[in-house]
């Protein structure tokens, strides 16, 4: 399976649309979302092309493509416009061997550990700043923003396919990669 995972839209029409043109040439199975999809917060600046409702609609579109996590700036009226479940703290997926607990990263991250044991994988967002670090016995992933990326750091995603990472930019250009075998095996 080839999964798609980005955070951090922040109602960008612009970086969504892009986003989404991605997710088709990559032909994914699924697009991951790790929360923050219609709002910018209160620490952020209005990202390019801010306009919710417009998000709204183009992630109604392909709802059953979609996984998603709450993020910290996601609440319960974005759950009365989304046709797709959106407001879950986590969600725990097996793949291949590993066990990915996939979060947003306000509650859950590298400071306030979920159970995790050895081999498994804690993949978030909320930093905007994509990373690939081996903490201990598990694994750190975050695909970074795709509308407000920080420390000087690409718009991005990462695909998951077949044991590898892959973090691409929004012009489906790889910058890093990573086998996950790899990554654990020392």
Do not use: W
Request: glycine share 6%; net charge negative; with cysteine.
């Amino acid at each position: 399976m080839k999964i798609m995972i980005a955070s951090d839209i922040h109602g960008s029409k612009h970086y969504c649309e892009k986003m989404l043109c991605c997710y088709q040439k990559e032909k994914a199975d699924k697009l991951l979302l790790l929360g923050d999809l219609l709002y910018h917060g209160p620490r952020n600046d209005l990202p390019e092309g801010y306009e919710p409702k417009q998000v709204i609609s183009m992630l109604n579109d392909v709802a059953a493509d979609l996984l998603c996590v709450r993020g910290n700036c996601d609440c319960e009226v974005d759950q009365m416009v989304l046709e797709f479940p959106v407001l879950a703290d986590y969600a725990v997926l097996y793949i291949g061997n590993r066990m990915f607990f996939a979060t947003h990263g306000h509650k859950y991250n590298q400071n306030q550990l979920p159970p995790l044991k050895a081999g498994d994988i804690l993949l978030h967002g909320h930093t905007h700043v994509p990373k690939c670090e081996r903490i201990g016995e598990y694994l750190y992933l975050n695909p970074g923003s795709v509308s407000i990326p920080k420390e000087n750091s690409p718009r991005s995603y990462l695909i998951l396919e077949d044991q590898k990472v892959i973090f691409k930019d929004l012009e489906t250009v790889e910058y890093m990669s990573y086998d996950l075998e790899e990554l654990f095996s020392d």
